[in-house]
């Protein structure tokens, strides 16, 4: 079946530092791959999208490139921010009842 | 704009006792999904429902009840709560024509 694969962290930064968080999938035909983020006491919201191979997503200073010959969707920000402190999910909707499989989810601490 | 409302937000349970978490959203979507989160686990899909009238289990269905009531409304039942359902639960909506979930803001559920 589809899978997600991402270090649970927690990731801690210092203010302005370059942040990568890595997610590789697992799944049949051509999904759509998402990064959603969960701020404390929150439910997840939507961070960017790419729906086909070498797509970038973006949105906050964040990005993240469709790779589908590495399956990976790894997300970059080149200066985090204290705000940035979060939890993120690497997600992807595969098949065709739209069925989302959801990473562990990495805690990301931004100190100032 | 409401989107996905859950209720209620915090609750706490005796082993045994039986509650329902209800959940609403005004998006006109077909799919809804409960998911449960718990530290080191990430999201786990608990059951969805594709359409009104339809239902199905997730990864992790036991000791859980679901009813589609409606395009509006998805409610999830514990019959007998265990100290295991201790999580925080999320409803989410799917949105064919985004192509993304929306979450609910979640549901504490302590079972003592």
């Known amino acids: 079946g589809d899978s997600v694969t991402q270090m649970e962290g927690p990731v801690t930064l210092s203010e302005e530092a370059f942040l990568t968080i890595n997610c590789t999938y697992t799944?049949?035909?051509?999904?759509?791959l998402f990064w959603y983020v969960q701020y404390p006491g929150e439910g997840l919201q939507l961070l960017l999208k790419?729906?086909?191979?070498?797509d970038k997503g973006s949105n906050k200073g964040f990005e993240a490139t469709y790779r589908k010959e590495t399956t990976s969707f790894h997300l970059e920000k080149g200066s985090v921010q204290v705000s940035d402190s979060a939890v993120y999910f690497c997600?992807?909707?595969?098949?065709?009842?739209?069925?989302?499989?959801f990473g562990i989810g990495t805690k990301l601490q931004v100190i100032p | 704009n409401a989107g996905v409302t859950q209720t209620p937000k915090f609750q706490v349970l005796k082993t045994g006792q039986s509650m329902t978490l209800q959940c609403a959203q005004d998006?006109?979507?077909?799919?809804m999904y409960w998911y449960r989160q718990d530290p080191g686990m990430g999201l786990r899909l608990i059951y969805y429902?594709?359409?009104?009238?339809?239902?199905d289990k997730g990864e992790v269905p036991n000791g859980y009840n679901v009813s589609r009531l409606n395009k509006r409304e998805f409610s999830l039942r514990l019959e007998s709560a265990a100290p295991s359902q201790t999580s925080v639960y999320f409803c989410?909506?799917?949105?064919?024509?985004?192509?993304?979930?929306?979450f609910g803001e979640g549901s504490r559920l302590t079972v003592l």
């Open positions: 429902s594709a359409s009104e009238g339809t239902t």
């Open positions: 998006m006109n979507h077909n799919s």
């Open positions: 790419a729906t086909k191979a070498d």
């Open positions: 997600a992807l909707i595969g098949g065709g009842y739209q069925k989302v499989t």
């Open positions: 989410a909506s799917f949105s064919a024509g985004a192509g993304e979930l929306f």
């Open positions: 799944a049949t035909g051509y999904p759509s």
